[in-house]
């Protein structure tokens, strides 16, 4: 039994890293279905609203109409 729990290829310290190491893996595919989610909602909000769609392309590629002027403020 002390053999198979310090001394084995797969001791109790290198099963606890793994553990740690899912733990991690799982939180990071958490967080990114999040951010998919997000991006989702986005590009169909980009999609179905001109609204939308120039207020991203004014923001995003500083684009603008032809009368008017674009001031850039940088912090």
């Known amino acids: 039994m002390v053999w198979i729990m310090f001394f084995d290829q797969n001791d109790l310290f290198l099963l606890a890293e793994r553990k740690n190491e899912v733990d991690q893996l799982e939180d990071n595919i958490k967080y990114l279905d999040v951010e998919i989610n997000k991006m989702a ?35």
């Open 41 to 75: 909602v986005e590009y169909n909000a980009l999609m179905n609203n001109s609204e939308v769609l120039e207020q991203y392309a004014r923001e995003t590629f500083k684009m603008k109409h032809t009368q008017e002027d674009v001031y850039v403020i940088e912090k």
